[in-house]
C-alpha cells in the first residue's frame, strides 16, 4: 500500500531556530497536506497544496509540492515554544467514485519538535 | 464550542467487551470520517461517511468493527469483543462535501485501553 516517509523522526532545536522537515513516498499524490497535534489533542490543518510545483506559506510556515508530485517539505522559520508539537505529512490520491471525487489521506508517522527557550 | 466533539474522551476496558464511541461533527459538516492512531504513528483510515451513506468501509480493521451514522449526523462506532491490540486512539473528523478533500477538521480523539 501506500506510505510516507517522514524525516526527520524528531527534531531538538533552539528558540530562535529555522526547522526543515520533509516526506517522501513512492507513490504520487494530487494533494499534500501539513498538519500539527499537539498531546491530547487531534491533529489541526497547517498548509494544504494542490499542485506540484506549488510554494504556500502561513505566517513563519512554508510548504512546498515537490514535482515529481513524490514529496513535501515543510519549513518553519524564527521557531518559538509554541512549535513544540508533532507534524504530520499527508498525502491524498482523488479517485472518481460514487458520483464524486473521494479521497483517503494517507500520513506519515510524523516529526515530534522540540524547542529549548 | 462549534468543533468536533467525540465521547468520551478516555475508555478503558476488559477484553472481551465492546465498547461505542460517539462524535458530533461540525454541524454544516456533511462528510463524516474515523481514524484510528497508535502511538508514534500518524492517523490511519478506517471509514467515512457521507450524510447517512458509508462510502467506504474496506479499511475497518475486522468485522468487530462497525460504524454507523444513522440521520447524517453524529456517528458512532462499535468494536465488539475488544482485544489489547484495539488500544489506540480514536479520532473523528469532519468536512464539507465540496471542500477541498483532505482539509480535515479533527475532533480531540477517544483514547480506548484494553486491559
Not at chain 1, 524525516?7 to 526543515?20: A, K, N
Not at chain 1, 500520513?107 to 519538535?113: Q, R
Not at chain 2, 462510502?55 to 447524517?72: T, Y
Given at each position: 500500500?501506500q506510505q510516507l516517509n517522514q524525516s526527520p523522526q ?11 522537515m520533509n516526506c517522501t513516498s513512492s507513490s ?38 515537490g514535482?515529481?508530485?513524490k514529496d513535501s517539505f ?14 504530520f505529512c499527508?498525502g ?14 494517507i500520513f506519515g508517522k510524523g516529526t ?6 | ?41 500518524g ?73
Amino acid at each position: 500500500g501506500q506510505q510516507l516517509n517522514q524525516s526527520p523522526q524528531s527534531m531538538f532545536i533552539q528558540e530562535g531556530e529555522d526547522v526543515s522537515m520533509n516526506c517522501t513516498s513512492s507513490s504520487i499524490f494530487n494533494t499534500w497536506l501539513w498538519y500539527k497535534q499537539e498531546p491530547g489533542e487531534g491533529p489541526v490543518l497547517l498548509i494544504a497544496l494542490y499542485k506540484a510545483g506549488e510554494l504556500t506559506s502561513n505566517g513563519r510556515l512554508t510548504a512546498q509540492f515537490g514535482i515529481t508530485r513524490k514529496d513535501s517539505f515543510l519549513n518553519i522559520s524564527a521557531s518559538i515554544p509554541s512549535d513544540v508539537g508533532i507534524y504530520f505529512c499527508a498525502g491524498l490520491y482523488h479517485s472518481m467514485n460514487y458520483g464524486g471525487s473521494q479521497g483517503n489521506l494517507i500520513f506519515g508517522k510524523g516529526t515530534k519538535l522540540s524547542v529549548k527557550p | 464550542d462549534t468543533g468536533v466533539s467525540q465521547d468520551p474522551r478516555h475508555k478503558i476496558t476488559k477484553r472481551g467487551q465492546n465498547v461505542t464511541f460517539r462524535c458530533d461533527p461540525i454541524s454544516e459538516h456533511n462528510r463524516l470520517y474515523w481514524y484510528r492512531q497508535t502511538l508514534g504513528q500518524g492517523p490511519e483510515f478506517l471509514t467515512y461517511f457521507q450524510n447517512e451513506a458509508q462510502l467506504e468501509k474496506s479499511r475497518l480493521l475486522s468485522d468487530r468493527f462497525s460504524a454507523e451514522r444513522p440521520k447524517g449526523s453524529f456517528s458512532t462506532l462499535e468494536i465488539q469483543r475488544t482485544e489489547q491490540g484495539d488500544s489506540a486512539m480514536y479520532l473523528c473528523a469532519s468536512s464539507l462535501l465540496g471542500a477541498n478533500t483532505g482539509e480535515l477538521f479533527f475532533g480531540e480523539g477517544s483514547r480506548l485501553t484494553v486491559l
